[in-house]
């Protein structure tokens, strides 16, 4: 089956970095994508990666790992606004998207 | 950049009654449009894939009649709940990817549709 697994919640300081996980088992790869999501809000396209390495846009940076199924997403100086869930998904051979749980972000100041 | 638009943002309806969700792509022609559900602290649930002039595919587990998608125009799809009953209350999203890209690369999001069913 196909499965993403990312942590359910992280806490993190406001001015911190903070390192979300994500990994993969899916039917098939054409590149992993990390999404932001505030409560009851549209999730916003934050990054994709297809080739293996980092991707850097401003405070955030993405990192894939094709051979190890593996992802993360790294955000640098932490703001209050930044406190929400970060969901990663993958789009397989046929070209869907691959949703994981998302992880919810807390900023404390 | 492109946008897409849904509406409406919010609605509150009586069971039995049908709702309607616009979604529409406002500077680009979207050819497929994916509608999604996603239930509180839950991800994204993919409900249906609409592509203009044919008939949309739906996920398995989806009801047909229950939840109709029309794509009329390559502007405009629409997602109907008919008949809605309470555990039909959900956040529901649209997403059309950009055309052009290869491999649908990425797809951005109307601003989703709260259901509530009372």
């Known amino acids: 089956g196909q499965n993403i697994d990312q942590p359910t919640e992280m806490t993190a300081t406001e001015g911190a970095i903070v390192q979300i996980n994500c990994t993969y088992q899916t039917s098939g790869f054409n590149g992993l994508f990390w999404y932001q999501q505030h409560a009851g809000e549209a999730p916003t396209f934050l990054s994709y990666n297809v080739l293996d390495g980092l991707e850097e846009k401003g405070r955030f940076s993405s990192f894939l790992s094709r051979s190890k199924g593996y992802s993360y997403l790294l955000l640098k100086e932490l703001q209050m606004k930044d406190s929400a869930s970060y969901l990663c998904?993958?789009?397989?051979?046929?070209?869907?998207?691959?949703w994981g749980a998302g992880t919810k972000l807390i900023i404390k100041p | 950049g492109a946008v897409v638009s849904q509406h409406p943002s919010r609605v509150i309806c009586k069971s039995g009654t049908s709702v309607k969700i616009e979604c529409r792509s406002l500077d680009f022609q979207a050819t497929t449009m994916f509608w999604y559900r996603q239930f509180p602290k839950q991800s994204l649930m993919l409900m249906a894939t609409?592509?203009?002039?044919?008939?949309?595919?739906?996920e398995q587990g989806v009801e047909k009649d229950k939840f109709l998608i029309n794509h009329a125009s390559l502007t405009l799809s629409t997602l109907t709940v008919t008949s809605a009953h309470p555990e039909d209350s959900s956040f529901y999203i649209c997403?059309?990817?950009?055309?052009?890209?290869?491999?649908?690369?990425?797809?951005?999001f109307g601003q989703g549709t709260r259901l509530t069913v009372v």
């Open positions: 997403s059309a990817p950009i055309p052009g890209q290869d491999s649908n690369t990425e797809a951005f």
């Open positions: 998904a993958v789009m397989d051979s046929n070209y869907q998207l691959i």
């Open positions: 609409s592509n203009e002039g044919s008939k949309a595919t739906y």
